[in-house]
């Protein structure tokens, strides 16, 4: 027999039956496409470099904030130009914040690939994020994907979402 909760016997919770739904939505909606329930051949792998001021893509996966690095937008010769650029990287990689994060990020997102594959993901997406997406959120998404590269599981693509808006 069905019961029926009022609302205000829910006092803000979430009904244990519609999270169970929503847990089996996402594992069902995030399958490969194409695959017909077996598990995709890869995991499509979407690196995202976004600028904050831009607004935070609504479908990130996992989030990394990368506004504690220097910013070299405050520098006159590397403004113009996006964190491929060698000057823009090397300003970048003298930040001393920069070698300890990576250390903790490469082997966090190995950890966490695997559990999202193992759930039958089709595609996950990181998204990593500055102030204006120019300089460090694409060096850092550019160091990411080369990274992620090297696992042939992962299929990355590197996306620079607003690198060329400012």
Same mark, same amino acid.
């Given at each position: 027999?069905?019961?029926?909760?009022?609302?205000?016997?829910?006092?803000?919770?979430?009904?244990?039956?519609?999270?169970?739904?929503?847990?089996?939505?996402?594992?069902?909606?995030?399958?490969?496409?194409?695959?017909?329930?077996?598990?995709?051949?890869?995991?499509?792998?979407?690196?995202?470099?976004?600028?904050?001021?831009?607004?935070? $893509?609504?479908?990130?996966? *996992?989030?990394?904030? =990368?506004? %504690? @690095?220097?910013?070299?937008?405050?520098?006159? #010769?590397?403004?113009?130009?996006?964190?491929?650029?060698?000057?823009?990287?090397?300003?970048?990689?003298?930040?001393?914040?920069?070698? $300890?994060?990576?250390?903790? *990020?490469?082997?966090? =997102?190995? %950890? @966490?690939?695997?559990?999202?594959?193992?759930? #039958?993901?089709?595609?996950?997406?990181?998204?990593?994020?500055?102030?204006?997406?120019?300089?460090?959120?694409?060096?850092?998404?550019?160091?990411?994907?080369?990274? *992620?590269?090297?696992?042939?599981?992962?299929?990355?693509?590197?996306?620079?979402?607003?690198?060329?808006?400012?």
């Amino acid at each position: 027999m069905q019961r029926w909760i009022a609302l205000e016997e829910l006092d803000g919770k979430i009904p244990p039956v519609a999270e169970e739904l929503v847990h089996q939505g996402s594992q069902l909606g995030n399958k490969g496409v194409g695959t017909l329930g077996r598990k995709p051949l890869h995991v499509n792998v979407s690196v995202l470099a976004f600028g904050f001021k831009y607004g935070i $893509p609504l479908d990130l996966d *996992l989030l990394f904030d =990368v506004r %504690f @690095l220097r910013n070299p937008n405050y520098d006159a #010769e590397l403004q113009p130009h996006t964190g491929d650029d060698p000057d823009v990287a090397a300003f970048i990689e003298r930040d001393p914040a920069l070698a $300890p994060f990576l250390s903790h *990020l490469f082997p966090f =997102v190995d %950890f @966490l690939l695997p559990q999202y594959e193992r759930m #039958e993901r089709g595609r996950v997406t990181i998204g990593l994020g500055c102030t204006g997406g120019r300089h460090r959120s694409v060096y850092v998404a550019r160091r990411l994907a080369a990274h *992620l590269r090297r696992d042939a599981r992962w299929k990355v693509e590197r996306v620079t979402r607003d690198a060329e808006l400012a």
